[in-house]
Protein backbone atom coordinates (compact mmCIF):
# COMPACT_ATOMS: atom_id res chain seq x y z
CA UNK A 1 0.00 0.00 0.00
CA UNK A 2 1.44 3.35 -1.23
CA UNK A 3 1.52 5.93 1.58
CA UNK A 4 3.12 8.88 -0.37
CA UNK A 5 0.36 10.70 -2.77
CA UNK A 6 2.06 12.45 -5.39
CA UNK A 7 0.32 15.20 -8.05
CA UNK A 8 1.95 17.29 -10.83
CA UNK A 9 3.26 16.60 -13.77
CA UNK A 10 2.13 16.08 -17.28
CA UNK A 11 3.56 17.08 -20.28
CA UNK A 12 5.98 20.29 -20.94
CA UNK A 13 7.94 21.68 -23.88
CA UNK A 14 11.84 21.66 -23.69
CA UNK A 15 12.11 24.78 -21.35
CA UNK A 16 9.30 25.34 -19.62
CA UNK A 17 8.48 24.69 -16.16
CA UNK A 18 6.10 22.16 -14.22
CA UNK A 19 6.23 21.18 -10.80
CA UNK A 20 5.35 17.88 -8.69
CA UNK A 21 4.61 17.69 -4.99
CA UNK A 22 3.76 14.85 -2.35
CA UNK A 23 2.23 14.08 0.89
CA UNK A 24 1.39 11.38 3.13
CA UNK A 25 -1.82 9.55 2.32
CA UNK A 26 -1.43 8.93 6.28
CA UNK A 27 0.62 9.24 9.55
CA UNK A 28 4.19 8.32 8.65
CA UNK A 29 6.22 8.63 11.93
CA UNK A 30 9.35 10.16 12.43
CA UNK A 31 10.20 12.01 9.23
CA UNK A 32 13.21 13.35 8.25
CA UNK A 33 14.55 13.46 4.77
CA UNK A 34 12.09 13.78 1.81
CA UNK A 35 13.10 13.67 -1.74
CA UNK A 36 12.62 12.95 -5.21
CA UNK A 37 14.09 10.33 -7.33
CA UNK A 38 13.41 9.97 -11.24
CA UNK A 39 13.63 6.41 -13.54
CA UNK A 40 13.57 7.04 -17.38
CA UNK A 41 12.83 4.08 -19.64
CA UNK A 42 15.51 1.65 -20.12
CA UNK A 43 17.46 3.59 -16.97
CA UNK A 44 18.39 2.80 -13.34
CA UNK A 45 16.47 5.32 -10.91
CA UNK A 46 18.61 7.60 -9.77
CA UNK A 47 18.49 10.58 -7.30
CA UNK A 48 16.91 13.85 -8.05
CA UNK A 49 16.61 15.85 -5.15
CA UNK A 50 16.69 15.39 -0.93
CA UNK A 51 15.63 17.67 1.59
CA UNK A 52 16.41 17.14 5.33
CA UNK A 53 14.07 18.34 8.30
CA UNK A 54 16.75 21.24 8.64
CA UNK A 55 15.99 22.07 4.98
CA UNK A 56 19.80 20.92 3.64
CA UNK A 57 19.01 19.88 0.26
CA UNK A 58 21.01 18.03 -2.23
CA UNK A 59 21.19 17.81 -5.69
CA UNK A 60 22.01 15.87 -8.84
CA UNK A 61 24.52 17.61 -11.15
CA UNK A 62 22.08 17.31 -13.82
CA UNK A 63 19.39 19.26 -12.43
CA UNK A 64 21.04 22.08 -10.12
CA UNK A 65 20.53 25.50 -10.78
CA UNK A 66 17.38 24.34 -12.58
CA UNK A 67 15.30 22.18 -9.97
CA UNK A 68 14.37 23.40 -6.31
CA UNK A 69 12.86 20.91 -3.89
CA UNK A 70 11.30 22.40 -0.99
CA UNK A 71 9.14 21.06 2.26
CA UNK A 72 6.16 22.30 4.12
CA UNK A 73 6.95 20.15 7.21
CA UNK A 74 3.43 21.50 8.87
CA UNK A 75 1.97 19.83 5.81
CA UNK A 76 4.66 16.76 5.62
CA UNK A 77 4.78 17.73 2.00
CA UNK A 78 7.56 17.91 -0.41
CA UNK A 79 7.38 19.73 -3.38
CA UNK A 80 9.92 19.71 -6.69
CA UNK A 81 9.86 23.07 -8.71
CA UNK A 82 11.33 22.23 -12.49
CA UNK A 83 12.49 25.14 -14.56
CA UNK A 84 14.43 25.05 -17.79
CA UNK A 85 13.23 21.53 -18.30
CA UNK A 86 15.05 19.65 -21.20
CA UNK A 87 14.15 16.15 -23.30
CA UNK A 88 16.30 14.21 -20.84
CA UNK A 89 14.49 14.86 -17.73
CA UNK A 90 11.71 13.01 -19.05
CA UNK A 91 10.80 10.21 -16.39
CA UNK A 92 8.61 8.76 -14.00
CA UNK A 93 9.53 10.84 -11.10
CA UNK A 94 9.00 9.20 -7.60
CA UNK A 95 8.64 10.93 -4.06
CA UNK A 96 10.69 9.35 -1.27
CA UNK A 97 10.54 9.90 2.87
CA UNK A 98 13.40 8.26 4.96
CA UNK A 99 12.20 8.36 8.99
CA UNK A 100 14.75 8.52 11.39
CA UNK A 101 14.02 4.45 11.80
CA UNK A 102 15.50 4.33 8.83
CA UNK A 103 12.29 3.10 7.28
CA UNK A 104 11.55 4.36 3.65
CA UNK A 105 8.40 5.06 1.72
CA UNK A 106 7.63 5.50 -1.63
CA UNK A 107 4.85 7.11 -3.74
CA UNK A 108 3.24 5.25 -6.96
CA UNK A 109 5.19 7.38 -9.69
CA UNK A 110 4.31 10.77 -11.70
CA UNK A 111 5.52 10.93 -15.09
CA UNK A 112 7.35 13.92 -16.58
CA UNK A 113 7.72 14.35 -20.07
CA UNK A 114 9.45 17.23 -21.91
CA UNK A 115 8.93 17.50 -25.97
CA UNK A 116 12.07 18.60 -27.81
Known amino acids: QRQLVESGGGLVQAGGSLSVSCAPSGFIFGIDTMGWYRQAPGKQRELVAT???????NYADSVKGRFTISRDNAKNTVYLQMNRLKPEDTAIYYC??????????WGQGTQVTVSS
Open 96 to 105: NVLNTLGRQY
Open 51 to 57: ITSRGST
